[in-house]
Antibody
Framework: EVQVVESGGGLVPPGGSLRLSCAGS????????MHWVRQAPGKGLVWVSR????????SYADSVKGRLTISRDNAKNTLDLQMNSLRADDTAVYYC???????????WGQGMLVTVSS | QSALTQPASVSGSPGQSITISCTGT?????????VSWYQQHPGKVPKLIIY???NRPSGISNRFSGSKSGNTASLTISGLQAEDEADYYC??????????FGGGTRLTVL
């Protein structure tokens, strides 16, 4: 069974840093693009970032470019999101998602709440 | 990276059909067949229901169908059922190698 499980969320003050992790299982992790998608409370889904299967290619939404960094460790089947210079509008549930065999978000984690507040 | 445009809400009675539109640009929906749709019930994780414009994943009812014309994609749900009441989101790949979601549509089954 394919599973992606996030960890590392919590409360952080404005300007602070936080690192989210996602563990993949039930599939060959190194073969798939992986993404982060977030959802602010009561709002819609927003794509955040993606990383290629080998980790060499990354893309970011304009709103997080330069502050959030996506990375992966295929030896450990883990995906990370390093979040720096956090702002109140970064408050959201962050979902780790696995790309499908085509271009879509096939499997989603349960989500991890990140709250940026003093 | 402007969000795709979806109606904020649609409604229909059980047994009826509804269509949710998703309008983008020539830089996303208009050029790629990488449109997918997601269903999200309150407090739940989004679920893939349509991928690559028209395809249904295994286990998704054939009451759900997708289409595209120009810069606009559409999701049609036929034979509405109470359990279809949820939020629906479209998304597309873009020419600047990012993904963009629609703002979401709340479906109410009357």
């Amino acid at each position: 069974e394919v599973q992606v499980v996030e960890s590392g969320g919590g409360l952080v003050p404005p300007g602070g840093s936080l690192r989210l992790s996602c563990a993949g299982s039930g599939f060959i992790f190194s073969r798939y693009w992986m993404h982060w998608v977030r959802q602010a409370p009561g709002k819609g889904l927003v794509w955040v970032s993606r990383v290629s299967p080998d980790g060499s290619t990354t893309s970011y939404a304009d709103s997080v470019k330069g502050r959030l960094t996506i990375s992966r460790d295929n030896a450990k089947n883990t995906l990370d999101l390093q979040m720096n210079s956090l702002r109140a509008d970064d408050t959201a549930v962050y979902y780790c998602t696995r790309h499908g065999d085509g271009d879509y978000f096939e499997f989603w984690g349960q989500g991890m709440l990140v709250t940026v507040s003093s | 990276q402007s969000a795709l445009t979806q109606p904020a809400s649609v409604s229909g009675s059980p047994g009826q059909s509804i269509t949710i539109s998703c309008t983008g640009t020539s830089g996303d929906i208009g050029i790629y067949n990488y449109v997918s749709w997601y269903q999200q019930h309150p407090g739940k994780v989004p679920k893939l229901i349509i991928y690559e414009v028209t395809n249904r994943p295994s286990g998704i009812s054939n009451r759900f169908s997708g289409s595209k014309s120009g810069n606009t994609a559409s999701l049609t749900i036929s034979g509405l059922q109470a359990e279809d009441e949820a939020d629906y989101y479209c998304t597309s790949f873009t020419t600047i190698t990012t993904w963009v979601f629609g703002g979401g549509t709340r479906l109410t089954v009357l």
